[in-house]
């Protein structure tokens, strides 16, 4: 294994995946010439050149659109959104073409498109350029939802979904980008639909994705200095879920808590709370709980945006106030 930076690992993959089948290209604004917004396609150009490394011009949905063509035609298309929040003008491509071709053709068609785009705040980039928008994808029938935490994860999902038939929505977390990691040599795939269990204990289950694992095991660290063992899941695939791994380590710890970095209100955790709820319910010594952003858009100033996004610190008052509720309502079962 070497060590590299996150963004680092998602530029090794792209560069074996291109020099691994000719058919792999790359599109989006600004990632030739000027290397990418992050700088993760930096470099790039000057090694495959422009028939490969393409330039657009600022029209997401055209961009997308032309993306969808080539994938259609056999190529494999990479395709960087800037900022995720910038994908809604790309939707109607995404949601009624890309995702449904294969079914309204009744799979004599494939559609192998990977769409790329950096997530999420802790920069102070404002309320357009800052958002979690990855419950939107889930409602879509016909993608699959990549979301990695780790350099190795990155580089091994990453290349798994441009080998995949299927079009793929790789989400970056930019926050991320510059985290240092372990990762493997060679050709290493990591497998799209397998969550990870990555901080065991017995007391509670912390699940999450993305730049919130890390929050989660900040918290689960401290929590064991009280005494509170964690289980820490990492999603890394938010579609297909991996349930399985969720069910198992909840019906052993009783508890569970949800941590998105995106607005709680119809998010990702709440899904994943219903399944539980559904599953394991008889195994639960505690409601599942959630932790998320508040419903208002994401402020450009530090210190607000440091107030509304989850946190180790949030992370573990939660878990500390489930632990009390659970603790007092094994006493009252006990005394009737």
């Known amino acids: ?19 691994r089948d000719s058919g792999v290209f790359l599109m989006g604004e600004d990632i030739a010439n000027y290397g990418g ?3 993760v396609t930096r470099g790039m ?12 011009p600022i029209s997401e949905n055209s961009v997308v659109g032309v993306g969808l063509g080539a994938a259609l035609l056999g190529l494999r298309p990479v395709v960087e959104i800037m900022f995720m929040d ?37 920069k102070g980039y404002g309320a357009t350029h800052s958002q979690v928008l990855d419950a939107w994808f889930l409602n879509v029938p016909g993608l699959k939802v990549v979301a990695p935490a780790f350099p190795n994860d990155a580089k091994g999902l990453l290349k798994s979904a441009i080998r995949d038939d299927n079009p793929v929505i790789f989400i970056e977390s930019k926050s991320l980008y510059s985290m240092m990691g372990e990762t ?22 912390l699940i999450s994705y993305s730049r919130m694992v890390h929050e989660a095991l900040k918290a689960a660290e401290c929590l064991a200095r009280s005494d509170i063992g964690c289980d820490v899941i ?19 710890t009783g508890r569970a808590l949800i941590v998105e970095e995106g ?74």
Request: net charge neutral; hydrophobic share 40%.
């Open 45 to 56: 150009l000057q090694k495959f050149g422009r028939d490969r490394v393409r330039d657009t």
């Open 234 to 252: 990492d999603l890394r695939t938010l579609y297909p879920l991996d349930m399985a791994t969720i069910w198992a380590s909840v019906r052993k």
């Open 86 to 122: 910038f994908v809604t003008l790309a939707m109607d491509q995404i949601v009624n073409h890309i995702a449904k071709f294969h079914y309204v053709y009744a799979g004599q068609v494939r559609v192998p498109i990977v769409i790329r785009m950096p997530s999420g705040g802790g």
């Open 1 to 19: 294994m070497k060590r590299m930076a996150y963004s680092i690992a998602i530029r090794e993959a792209l560069v074996e995946e291109m020099e």
């Open 184 to 205: 493997d040599e060679g050709d290493h795939l990591t497998p799209i639909g397998r969550a990870n269990l990555i901080h065991e204990g017995n007391d509670i289950t």
């Open 37 to 39: 917004c992050f700088g």
């Open 263 to 336: 607005v709680q209100r119809w998010g990702v955790g709440a899904e994943i709370s219903c399944q539980i709820t559904e599953h394991c319910f008889k195994r639960l010594l505690a409601p599942v709980s959630r932790v998320g952003a508040p419903d208002i858009p994401i402020p450009c100033a530090f210190a607000l945006e440091e107030q509304i996004l989850p946190s180790a610190l949030t992370i573990e008052a939660r878990v500390k106030e489930i632990m009390q509720n659970t603790d007092r309502l094994l006493c009252l079962g006990d005394a009737k």
